[in-house]
Structures are given as C-alpha cells and as structure tokens.
C-alpha cells in the first residue's frame, strides 16, 4: 500500500510474494509513485523490507498490521475499505505516538485473601501457600481438615464487602465460629469438656445449633483463649493486596470488579485461572491514567445542591463519586472505558488514553480515501478491543453476506473500549462525510453500557432526524452484528465533507458538528429542535412573576449560561452554554425556573437574552441602591406580618445600615429590658 501522508489520495497496490522475489517490484513502485510515504500492511516480515530498503538505499517503509485493523474482514473487500483502513491506521497511530499519558502506581506484596463458602476449596488454594500470604476466609468451616503445618492462615469468618484494589483492598469479615483456628493449638481438650459434644474433633469448629454456650469449652481452652463467643458476629476490617472470591455470586456482582480481584464461584477451572494470575501479580505495576478531569466547569454540584450525575451514574467501576462541590475520581478503580466522558455535558472529563482529536484526524483521513477511491456508502464502526478477533467475519456469515451484494462499506476501528467515543466523534465522523456510525459492544461492555450509549444516540438521532438525515448512529450488541451487511436504508450522507479539526473542547466539537451538517442540508436554524429529558442542549424558562432577580443562578451556573449584568438588574442567559444540569433549577429559592431541552442552532443562542429584569430600588433614607423593585415588593408581600416589621414596613425598603440606625433611634420600640419574664 502506498499513500502520500497528509493528502487525501491513498493509492492502492497489490505485489505478489513482496516479502520474498517481490522485493525489487515493491520498491520500484514506491520510487516511480513519488509517494511522501509508504506503507506495507504486514509486520510479520518486517526486518525481510527493512533488511532489502537498507541495502538498496530505497526509500524507508513503515508497518502496520492489516489483518489486525481489519479484525476478520479480509473477505471480498474492495479498494474503498483498503484505502480508508490503511488512511485512518496510519493517522491515528501516529497521532497517538504523540501524547503520552500519566501512569497510575500499584504494588503487591502477595497479601491473598481467598474468600469461599465452605471446605471445598481448601485443598486446592493450599498450593497457593507456598508462595504468597494466604488467608482462607471460610463462612462454615466445619467438615475442613486442619493441617498440622499451618501453611495458611484459616478464619472462620463471613465477608459481608470488599472495596479498593490491586495492593489495597479492604475486607470486612465478621467471626462466624467461636474458635479461632490460628490461636488453637489443636489440642482437642474443648470437644472433651462440651457436654453437648457440638465441637467437631476434626475442624475444631463449634456447632452453634447444638452448642448451649455453657461455657465448659473456653475454661478448658484455658490462658490460649482461642474460643470467644464474646466477639461472635462482631465485624473488622481487614487489609489485602490480592481478593479471590469463591462465593456463587461474588461480592461485586452489581459492578465491574477492580485490578487485583477475581471471581471463581464454585468453577475448578476458574480458580485455577485465578491462582495463576495472582501468583504473577506480586511486585510493583501500572497502567494508564485514563482520564483528564477540570473541575472548574463540572456540573456535579454547586453549594450543596446537586446538578448532573451522570459520570457517577455510568460508572461500572464506582471510581467516581460526589465530592463537594464535584466529583472525585479514583485512578486506580478507574478501567479505562471512558464512559463517564461519553455522558458528561460540560466536557470537564475528557478521554485522555486515546484523544478524540486523535481518532477525528483518523476518521478525516479514512473517509477523504474513501471518497477518492470512489467509495459509495461508508459505515464507521467503532468497537472495543475486547471482541474476538474474527467477530467481522462471523457476522457477515450469519447474515448471510458473500460480498458484492451493494451492502455498505464497513470502516471499523478499534478503541480501547467502546463507551470511550461519544457524540462529539459521532457527529463529527458525519461531518467529515461518514454516512452512517455504528457501536458494537461485547455482551458484558452492552450490560454496562448499552443504556448509557443508547441515550446518548436517541438525542443524536433526533437532531440528525430534524435535520431531514435520518437517524445514522446505531447501538448494536454483537449477537446483532450481522445487521451490519444489510443494505442501507438511508441515502448516501449528502453533506460535503468538512475540513475543520477538532477542538480540545467537547462543547467547540459537538458545536461545529452539528453546524456543518446543518449547513450542508440547509437546515432552517431559526427554527429550535426539541429535544427529550437528558439532553445536553436546551433554554431556561424563568417566571417573571417569582423570580425576585437574587442571581443565585448565576453563581451555581458551571457553563456562564445564566449571566447577570454588573451595571443594571438584569438575568441574562447565553443559550450555547447551557447544559441543562438543573443546577439553576435547585439553586432557585423562588422555583422560578424550568429547563427546555432543545437544540437552537441560530445566532441568537450566541446572545445574551434578557430573561428577567427590575428597576434599581433605593434606600428611603440614603438613597443607595440596595436591591431591586420587584425584591422589595416580594419581600414586603412575605414578612410584612412578622411582629419585627408589623408595625414598620418601611424598613423594609431601607439598606442594612439605616435599618439598624432606625432601630436604635425609635424611641417608642420595645426593648429586651422590658419584656416580662
């Protein structure tokens, strides 16, 4: 494949065995094509062209893997995918080359706890024990035959959660058996003191159906004191840098469990699986920073009132929570599937382990190729790395597709995960001339994330379906991947592709893509498109009536969408800015407000709109502005009655100065002296 970096022509060209006689055709073509730059889809022989370049003195090659960017797709395709394929791979990789990200720190000294149910797997985890520190955390411990070797530390104990992870886990147990099998010495004098014989000779372990608690065991247990009934069902918390978890439902059944822990159930297979990975898993690790975070503009909260929740809400991992005023991220639980910078309105998240910059200059490049190469229909689809590596190809067979059938062109790209690309890049993908978008997810990454991608596609969807384009951004699990060689349904994208970069802002990205696509349908921008509950775009409705012009809204507004006017009273309101968090809505102490999910594309969302305003009130004894009329007469029509101001509602309209002066001076007010006791 050889390609001119930056141009929009990628020129395509097949050599038969050019890894061995078709060394020197290869080359030849490279200098008769002038190329800025070639590219050979193969690494497998890389150091065969490397080897040939150096002694030819020919122009240098670089690599990439095609059968891996294609993931499957290798059958029946035509030139427009190659090009686009062999476009985008070489941008995006390249781009990435640049930014490096943060690591985040791990370390494990080999603390395992094994949390199990029952005796069932002691035999097996003891094998552990030879080269970590094992605790065996067993609910019911009876039928389980102690070894005299003491090679791991049992516990009778029920674990009721588990947080933190890989070098920093903390379990909470509670005492499920009066003896403590580390303390005992195993001398059996306690079985031959119960009268009821409810101690099992073999486990040491008391049956507490049976047992009367008379006593008779601890006093035979002596000074050891390895029996208590004292502290039974009692909960601590214990420190742990590796958690194997054999209980049939696992204790982070309702998310996706950290670095560090792993769940068998009651499966031989998987705790095989999970010794083997914990006995690698001791010494010092990291892994990316998936994240950039800008508290200034999160919407979370403001003066303990709460706005926007969704990244806590998408979360699989709970590594973000509230915080105060915003939220806090934790690096460590964090995994990488960037759902919570999909959701967030405001742009304070940002991806940071594959930029959205990065994958639009991909995206731009792939489809200026495939338009070039005279492609008809291209539908990007974009999938994490976790799908199998033929999944493409299985699709198309279970959809029956043999090739040349006039099904779209598939472009697909693979992400780190796919939550991590949001609408910013959908659109933005649509601007550049894509004509449709597809998200394929695994089953478990749809579990997580399906809902979450589906209502950020269903607002897209009704922007693109007003716009007169059709809905082009589809969320498909993988067992519904061979939906993806049915013809299309829509008209091929009539937009002109555009050339813009992408913005480092979420908003400037979503602002342009969707202005470009309006423009290249000529869609009436006068004309606001309404749009459903959650949406990141909308207007305020204010009630004149009750709104007394505080302006609280204006200092727990995260996006200056609600304004004030520092020379008169005025509430003013920038409709591009406005998230729709419903911070306003909480901060108001009037109720005044009311949130309008809508889309206005025209000048006017640049504005500021006067939404309420009053004339200037000023104090009846010094004249200085203190607030504003309608202030005033709210707050004469509130507190009037109040025995303070029953008597003297004009202080009411005086400053806070010449209140109290008026105070002081009346000489017919009551004092504190006089009143009765």
């Known amino acids: 494949m050889i390609g001119k970096a930056g141009s929009e022509l990628v020129t395509l060209r097949s050599v038969e065995r050019a890894c061995r006689d078709g060394l020197g055709e290869l080359f030849a073509a490279v200098g008769k094509s002038g190329a800025e730059q070639c590219l050979v889809g193969c690494t497998q022989e890389a150091g065969v062209f490397e080897a040939f370049q150096a002694e030819q003195s020919a122009q240098p090659v670089q690599f990439f893997n095609l059968r891996g960017a294609m993931r499957g797709q290798s059958a029946a395709l035509g030139d427009q995918e190659l090009a686009a394929v062999v476009a985008a791979r070489s941008v995006y990789e390249s781009a990435l080359s640049i930014e490096p990200v943060p690591s985040v720190p791990f370390k494990s000294t080999g603390r395992l706890a094994v949390v199990c149910p029952d005796a069932g797997v002691a035999q097996q985890v003891e094998l552990l024990a030879k080269t970590l520190s094992v605790d065996l955390l067993i609910e019911n411990p009876q039928g389980l035959s102690l070894g005299a070797d003491r090679s791991m530390n049992i516990q009778a104990v029920s674990v009721s959660a588990i947080q933190g992870y890989l070098g920093a886990f903390q379990v909470t147990v509670a005492k499920s058996n009066p003896v403590d099998m580390e303390l005992c010495t195993r001398c059996g004098a306690c079985a031959e003191a119960c009268p009821t014989q409810s101690i099992d000779v073999a486990s040491l372990t008391v049956r507490l159906d049976t047992c009367d608690r008379n006593g008779a065991c601890v006093k035979a247990c002596g000074g050891f004191n390895a029996i208590s009934f004292d502290d039974l069902k009692s909960e601590t918390v214990r420190d742990y840098d590796l958690v194997i978890d054999c209980s049939p439902q696992g204790l982070f059944s309702d998310r996706q469990p950290p670095l560090g822990y792993w769940h068998a159930g009651n499966s031989p297979a998987l705790l095989t699986a999970a010794m083997l990975e914990a006995v690698q898993t001791v010494g010092e690790f990291e892994k990316p920073k998936f994240f950039d975070y800008k508290p200034g503009i999160c919407a979370h909260s403001r003066s303990e009132k709460s706005g926007c929740s969704a990244c806590v809400q998408a979360c699989s991992t709970r590594a973000i929570s509230s915080k105060g005023d915003h939220i806090a991220v934790n690096p460590q639980l964090c995994l990488g599937c960037g759902a919570c910078t999909t959701v967030c309105p405001t742009g304070a998240l940002q991806y940071a382990y594959t930029p959205v910059i990065a994958m ?275 707050m004469i029509k509130r507190i009037s009655g109040h025995s303070m101001f029953a008597q003297n509602t004009d202080r009411l309209k005086m400053c806070g100065d010449c209140r109290v002066s008026d105070m002081f001076s009346a000489k017919d007010e009551m004092t504190i002296f006089e009143v009765k006791r």
């Not at 200026?368 to 999944?391: E, I, M, S, T």
């Not at 697909?412 to 001339?433: E, R």
């Not at 507004?557 to 800015?577: G, H, K, M, T, Y």
């Open 360 to 634: 639009g200059r991909a995206l731009k490049q792939a489809v200026r190729a495939f338009k070039a190469a005279k492609g008809r229909f291209l539908n990007v689809v974009l999938h994490g790395a976790d799908l199998p590596a033929n999944w493409l190809e299985d699709a198309r067979r279970t959809g029956g597709v043999t090739g040349g059938d006039g099904t779209a062109s598939l472009l697909p790209i693979t992400l780190h995960h796919s939550a991590s690309a949001g609408p910013d890049l959908w659109l933005s993908a649509l601007a550049f001339g894509a004509d449709q978008v597809s998200i394929v997810q695994s089953p478990s990454e749809h579990g997580y994330y399906g809902a979450a991608l589906a209502a950020q596609a269903a607002w897209v969807n009704e922007v693109l379906t007003a716009m007169g384009l059709g809905a082009r951004v589809n969320v498909l699990c993988i067992d519904k991947a061979a939906n993806l060689f049915e013809p299309a349904v829509l008209p091929p994208n009539p937009v002109k592709p555009g050339s813009f970069e992408l913005s480092g802002s979420k908003r400037t990205r979503l602002e342009f893509a969707l202005e470009h696509l309006a423009h290249g349908v000529a869609f009436d921008t006068s004309l606001p498109i309404a749009l459903k509950t959650g949406a990141p775009f909308g207007a305020v409705v204010v009630n004149k009536d009750s709104c007394s012009l505080c302006m609280s809204c204006t200092s727990a507004c995260p996006a200056s969408a609600l304004v004030d006017n520092p020379l008169e009273p005025q509430l003013r309101f920038i409709e591009r800015n406005c998230v729709q968090c419903g911070l306003c809505v909480n901060t108001c102490p009037e109720n005044a407000i009311e949130l309008l999910p809508r889309l206005n594309l025209s000048a006017s969302a640049r504005d500021k709109q006067i939404l309420n305003e009053s004339r200037p009130f000023h104090c009846i004894r010094c004249a200085k502005p203190f607030g504003t009329q309608h202030m005033i007469d709210n």
